[in-house]
Each structure stands twice: as C-alpha cells, then as structure tokens.
C-alpha cells in the first residue's frame, strides 16, 4: 500500500533542508541581534482564539481553518497564524508586565487553502511581535528588521516594501460604513464573491484580485482621506525614518492586509518573481488585540514571513560537509578502525563509517558526500598501529597516529 503525502503538504530533505536551516538559524541571529527573546508555542490551540481576532468573516476562518472537536468535545484548531497564539502565551505566562517585550517564533502554520506554488496547507512562518509600545519607532525597527533579514536570506533578490496606513480602530470603522455604502451603491457592477462582502468585510473587496471589480475599486473613497492629522503626522514620520534608513518604500493605499485585527501601520515585503503567491513577509500594527484576548489595554506590532516562499527565491547553500569518512580495507581491521572511530567522536568530530570495506567505493562515497578528510586503515595500517590520512580538499597525505591526528585535522 502506498501513502502519498496529504495535498498541500511537503517533505523537507536535501537542499531545501539547508535552505530552511541557514533562514531559520538567519532568523535567530537577527532576533538577538535586535533583542527579541524566543516563544514557543503549541501547535493547536482552542478555536475560540482565533474566530473572533481573525475576523469572523475572514477568508482565514470562514473557510480555511483545521478545526476539530476532540475526545471531550472540546474545540480544537490548529494554528493559522502565531501573533494570537504569542499574544495568549504571554498573556498566560505572566509575560506582559516589563513592557515593551518583543519576541520571535518559527514553526508550522495550517491554512485550508488551495495549493499552489508558495501555497500550501502546512507551511512555515517566521513571526516577530513587539507588545507594549506604540512609539513610532517600534514599526521602524520591525520594518528595519524585516528587511536586513530579507537582505540576508535573499542578497540579490529585489524585493518590494509595500506600505499604508489604515489610522485608528475608529477611523477603520467609519471608513467600512462609508465603503459599504459606496459598494451597495453599486453592487451590480461587482462579482458575485465581492457583493457578498459588502456589509461584514468591505475592505477585502479592495484587494479582489476579479477584473469585473476594478473599475469600481478605483472610484471607491480612499482610507488615507480618513485619517486625522495625528495619524498622517505618525505616518510621515515612520516613511521619514525608512528612508533615512536607505529602505525605499512604496506607498500602497489599496494595501490592508487579509486579517481583522490590523490598525495604523500595515506592510508588505512582494517579489515579482514567484507568480501569484508574491507576499513573502507581511505586517502590521494590532492596537487592542491583546486587550480583546483579555490582556491589558497594549499596542503591538509585528509581522510574519513565509520560509517556503523564501526558499523559492533562495540560492542554493553552498556546505562543505565537515565529516571524516573511514576508509577500512578490509573487515579484518575493524577493531582498529573502531579505535580512530571512538577517538574522533570523543573528540566532537563527525566520523561516517560507510560499511563498505573498499577503498574505491569509499573514497567515492566520501567524495560524492563532500567529506573533507579520508583515514585510510589497510593492511599496513593495521599492523604499524597507525592511519593514513588524506585531506580530499588539497589532496595532502600524512601517516599519523592517535597521538598526533588531531593537529592534521583541525
Ligand atoms: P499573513 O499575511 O496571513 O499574516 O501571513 C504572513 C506570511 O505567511 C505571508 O506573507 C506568506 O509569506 C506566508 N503564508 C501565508 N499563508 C501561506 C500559505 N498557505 N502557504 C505558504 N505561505 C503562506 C499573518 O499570518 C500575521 N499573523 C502576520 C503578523 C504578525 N501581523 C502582525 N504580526
């Protein structure tokens, strides 16, 4: 019987395997760098954590959670998305009283989607969260984050900063009255999937992706005529430090993101180089998120990227393998091969013990492996209680013994 992976699921091995580590061990050295701490968290959580920060109405909920009742009947869902489930933790955890506290995850996500290229149904984010400040500076710095982390990951890539500013909760609310509004008014030039977000989630219909919806999108109120000085004065403010900071930003007023729970800042890091799944890291500000999953009345800010669709644009990782390949000419020399083997191990260096018992088969399997270094034990070996060893990178040879191998190998 054979098993094929569940659609929309993959297996990680060879390059991609190196890929996925060198962001994840990226994304780690960044995150001290910055002083974010890490949070682990499981990887399902009650439903009722995400059904209302979400958006009830959201494509998230509506259709694309992996939502179960367990043995106890109790609602089960397993992660979409890691702001809310960091928000619960730190709030469980007693995490929120030195404020502001940032912190950074990587792990698994699950969303019911249609795969595709960059799309899948587990992947993986890398998520960084910053509660407890509303300083203009706390977005800069998460911004600034994202894109240095993007540099690194992705050094020759062009990617794009998109950028808006959706102002207050209250600013968002009248903004949706007057979008349904418009919308309603002319309903009979949308498509049928848009005319049924007009009255719960008016802003999905802008970024509607249908062609039958454009010539309507174009002529709808713009947000940005609905934010108050202090908003737009925040807002320059943040495009200011950007651009001190040489990130070049391109202001997208149509941009508001998927989730509910977005406010003031949101932002989008696109590449046009991998189809329609083009956001590879995407953000924003979450005032009163953490006071609706019961925490204290904070700001956040934070955003989420995701490694599949950097692996799809990344290079290869180039590795020399570090390992030292046995080369034992004949079974009759094990026991002397077990004394080099239990030597280098105990001395925290990675031995491979081929079980081939031939020098050519050997030498192309620690080649083909890219080891950097053969220890030949044969006939002669054996019996002068000594190693022949040979680094495969220049080609040099020594005859060394256990008392002095290490300082050829290191
Ligand atoms: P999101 O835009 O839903 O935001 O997801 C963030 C990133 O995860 C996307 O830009 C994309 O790279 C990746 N992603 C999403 N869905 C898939 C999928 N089905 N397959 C592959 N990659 C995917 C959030 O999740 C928010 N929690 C971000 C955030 C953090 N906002 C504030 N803090």
């Known amino acids: 019987m054979k098993i094929n992976p569940v659609r929309g699921t993959h297996d990680l091995f060879g390059k991609n395997i190196k890929k996925f580590n060198k962001i994840i061990s990226d994304v780690k050295d960044i995150a001290y760098q910055f002083g974010f701490n890490e949070l682990v968290t499981p990887i399902f959580e009650s439903t009722a954590l995400f059904k209302k920060p979400l958006g009830e109405q959201s494509d998230v909920v509506l259709k694309e959670m992996y939502t179960f009742k367990d043995r106890n009947d109790d609602e089960i869902t397993l992660r979409p998305e890691y702001t809310t489930p960091m928000i619960r933790a730190a709030i469980s955890n007693g995490l929120l009283n030195n404020l502001p506290v940032k912190f950074f995850g990587t792990g698994q996500m699950f969303r019911r989607e249609r795969p595709q290229k960059g799309r899948y149904r587990q992947f993986n984010q890398i998520n960084f969260e910053n509660f407890g400040s509303n300083d203009s500076f706390?977005?800069?710095?998460?911004?600034?984050?994202?894109?240095?982390?993007?540099?690194?990951?992705?050094?020759?890539?062009?990617?794009?900063?998109?950028?808006?500013?959706?102002?207050?909760?209250e600013n968002l609310i009248?903004?949706?009255?007057?979008?349904?509004?418009?919308?309603?008014?002319?309903?009979?030039?949308?498509?049928?999937?848009?005319?049924?977000k007009i009255q719960l989630n008016p802003l999905r219909i802008l970024d509607s992706k249908n062609i039958e919806d454009k010539e309507v999108i174009d002529k709808a109120p713009v947000l940005i005529d609905f934010l108050s000085k202090e908003?737009?004065?925040?807002?320059?403010?943040?495009?200011?430090?950007?651009?001190?900071?040489?990130?070049?930003?391109?202001?997208?007023?149509?941009?508001?993101?998927?989730?509910?729970?977005?406010?003031?800042?949101?932002?989008?890091?696109?590449?046009?180089?991998?189809?329609?799944?083009?956001?590879?890291?995407?953000?924003?500000?979450?005032?009163?998120?953490?006071?609706?999953?019961?925490?204290?009345?904070?700001?956040?800010?934070?955003?989420?990227?995701?490694?599949?669709?950097?692996?799809?644009?990344?290079?290869?990782?180039?590795?020399?393998?570090?390992?030292?390949?046995?080369?034992?000419?004949?079974?009759?020399?094990?026991?002397?091969?077990?004394?080099?083997?239990?030597?280098?191990?105990?001395?925290?260096?990675?031995?491979?013990?081929?079980?081939?018992?031939?020098?050519?088969?050997?030498?192309?399997?620690?080649?083909?492996?890219?080891?950097?270094?053969?220890?030949?034990?044969?006939?002669?070996?054996?019996?002068?209680?000594?190693?022949?060893?040979?680094?495969?990178?220049?080609?040099?040879?020594?005859?060394?013994?256990?008392?002095?191998?290490?300082?050829?190998?290191?």
């Not at 240095?148 to 794009?160: D, G, Q």
């Not at 009248?174 to 049924?196: C, G, I, M, P, W």
């Not at 001190?244 to 930003?249: E, N, R, W």
């Open 138 to 169: 706390a977005d800069v710095e998460i911004i600034n984050l994202a894109n240095l982390l993007i540099k690194k990951i992705l050094p020759n890539k062009k990617i794009k900063l998109h950028i808006n500013s959706l102002g207050t909760r």
């Open 174 to 196: 009248n903004y949706k009255k007057t979008l349904s509004h418009y919308f309603n008014q002319n309903k009979n030039f949308l498509s049928s999937e848009s005319k049924d």
């Open 231 to 410: 908003n737009l004065n925040e807002y320059e403010e943040i495009k200011k430090c950007l651009n001190d900071l040489d990130i070049t930003v391109y202001e997208n007023t149509s941009l508001v993101r998927g989730l509910d729970y977005y406010c003031n800042t949101v932002f989008e890091f696109k590449t046009n180089e991998i189809g329609s799944q083009d956001t590879l890291i995407g953000g924003g500000r979450y005032d009163g998120l953490i006071e609706v999953l019961g925490g204290k009345d904070i700001p956040g800010v934070g955003w989420a990227g995701g490694i599949e669709r950097m692996m799809l644009l990344m290079d290869d990782v180039q590795s020399q393998n570090q390992s030292i390949h046995l080369a034992i000419l004949n079974q009759n020399y094990k026991s002397h091969a077990f004394k080099i083997y239990d030597f280098l191990i105990k001395n925290n260096l990675s031995v491979f013990w081929n079980y081939k018992y031939n020098l050519k088969k050997s030498l192309s399997t620690a080649n083909e492996q890219k080891a950097k270094f053969i220890v030949i034990i044969g006939e002669d070996e054996n019996i002068n209680n000594h190693y022949t060893v040979k680094n495969l990178l220049n080609g040099e040879q020594k005859v060394k013994d256990l008392s002095n191998i290490m300082e050829f190998i290191k």
